[in-house]
């Protein structure tokens, strides 16, 4: 979808992009896709196990549902708008070249030495298994 | 050339030092303004240093001071401006010019597509004006806030599993703050003025820490508990980073405060977490009125630099 302007052996994109564009290919389709179909549809050069991995990761996180067609899964969006549309949303941000700009993130990422030293804060009583 | 065009060069690199501090010391809303005002002030006034740096070399150069109407012996008596020194000048001045012009665009784009993002988000049905969080289906622990007209939150439902009830209202009441106080447009003028200054991008980091600890701090005084604002904030963290077998635990109990020493290595989250449950933070007029007083100073400086500059050529002016 957004291919066109990424020379081959660019950065790679951003799994949310990604995952934001086949999810865009589902929802413009009537019915449910296998993977073979949504390749067809993204084009740009994707390998087929890539396709099959965006759509399982999507399939975990309850966004798509799917269908035993013959062999393969097909799927299809849930039936989640508001859900969807931000998760398409995250996608369309992450590609950003000003990301920071625009996701004032809660809670940054952690180093170890932080992490340490937030569980001795929290006194966590998961810490130990 | 008098000293004064040296100052506003100078003032970012003390400024540089003092921003984190400032940020930590100061209540987070004061702080953001004062750096965020700070930066602006800085970069405008060191931009201008390099301006007269590089125009005061210009016109010693005969065919620029004969265009401009100048003679040149009275330009050469009065200033000895050097021409390598202002051709650096120059260079950097439109290093500056080219970084922070870019920098405005990105962001200005980045924003743009934000807010038509949140205009494609408002007409999913089931969004509403009114609709102020949206919770996405994601194992990931996330959160965070989309800016635009209006600005929406973003909650992943990991991040709301991870969370009790009360630790959910401190999270949006954060969230809330940095729509509402309209944070993101802080960024963007540190991040503008550290483009066009690389000095200054100390005081960038410390803006991004310091609106952080602004919606914490009214996160904490919403919910009424500054340690529960504390335990929310490390739970929510810890969660983003660790096992999933984390998140089950609700029952954490905050224990001791981290040393002042292990902190001064430690990244922003254990610092904010260490903020909250400190005491309140107060208005300290002595850090405030200093900084207040080294920028004018810079600005002064600058301004003075340029008053000097067209002293020198009205004078060389009316010498031809």
Redesign the interface.
């Known amino acids: 979808m957004h291919d066109d302007d990424q020379p081959a052996g660019s950065p790679r994109r951003a799994a949310g992009e990604l995952e934001a564009a086949a999810l865009a290919v589902l929802q413009a389709s009537s019915s449910a896709l296998t993977p073979g179909q949504v390749l067809d549809r993204l084009g740009g050069g994707l390998a087929y196990t890539t396709v099959v991995t965006i759509l399982s990761r999507l399939h975990a996180k309850g966004v798509l549902t799917r269908l035993r067609s013959g062999r393969a899964y097909s799927y299809a969006p849930v039936a989640d708008e508001p859900g969807l549309a931000a998760l398409r949303m995250r996608g369309v941000l992450d590609s950003e070249a000003d990301r920071e700009a625009v996701l004032s993130r809660f809670v940054s990422e952690l180093s170890p030495a932080d992490e340490n030293l937030l569980r001795r804060v929290l006194a966590d009583p998961g810490s130990g298994g | 050339m008098h000293v004064f065009v040296w100052l506003p060069l100078v003032i970012p690199a003390i400024a540089a030092l003092a921003a984190r501090p400032l940020a930590e010391l100061l209540p987070p809303r004061t702080a953001t303004w004062l750096l965020a005002a700070s930066a602006v002030i800085l970069a405008v006034a060191s931009c201008g240093a390099l301006g007269v740096l590089a125009l005061a070399a210009a016109v010693h150069i005969p065919f620029v001071a004969a265009a401009a109407g100048m003679s040149v012996r009275s330009v050469n008596s009065s200033d000895p401006a050097s021409l390598p020194l202002g051709v650096l000048a120059g260079a950097l001045l439109a290093a500056a010019t080219i970084a922070a012009v870019r ?1 405005a665009w ?2 200005t ?3 743009v ?2 807010h038509q ?2 205009r ?2 408002a ?5 509403t004006e009114a ?1 102020e969080a ?6 990931g622990v ?6 635009g007209w209006p600005s ?1 939150i ?1 909650v992943t ?1 990991g ?1 709301l599993a991870a969370l009790t009830p009360a630790e959910r209202e401190v ?1 949006l009441a ?2 809330r703050t ?1 729509a509402g106080s309209r ?2 447009l802080f ?2 003028v540190a ?1 503008l003025a550290a483009a066009a200054n690389p000095l200054l991008g100390p005081l960038a980091t410390a803006i991004g820490y310091s ?1 952080e600890r602004w919606a914490d701090e009214r996160a904490a005084a919403a919910a009424g508990s500054r340690p529960l604002a504390a ?1 929310t ?6 969660a ?3 096992a999933p ?2 998140r ?2 609700s ?8 040393r002042p020493s ?1 902190l001064r ?6 610092r904010r ?2 903020a909250l ?1 400190g005491p309140p933070p107060r208005l300290r007029l002595v850090p405030l009125v200093l900084t207040v007083a080294l920028v004018a100073f810079a600005g002064l400086s600058a301004l003075e630099a340029a008053r000097d500059l067209h002293a020198m050529i009205e004078l060389a002016q009316s010498a031809v």
């Open positions: 920098a990105l962001r784009t980045a924003l597509t934000a993002q949140n494609q988000l007409s999913a049905s089931q969004v609709t949206v919770v996405v289906q994601d194992d996330d959160a965070y806030t989309v800016p929406r973003i439902s991040m999270l954060h969230e940095h944070h993101h960024a963007a991040r609106v335990r904030i490390a739970k929510a963290a810890l983003a980073t660790a077998a984390f089950a635990h029952a954490v109990v905050l224990a001791a405060l981290p292990t290595r430690a990244g922003p989250v254990p977490v260490a449950l």
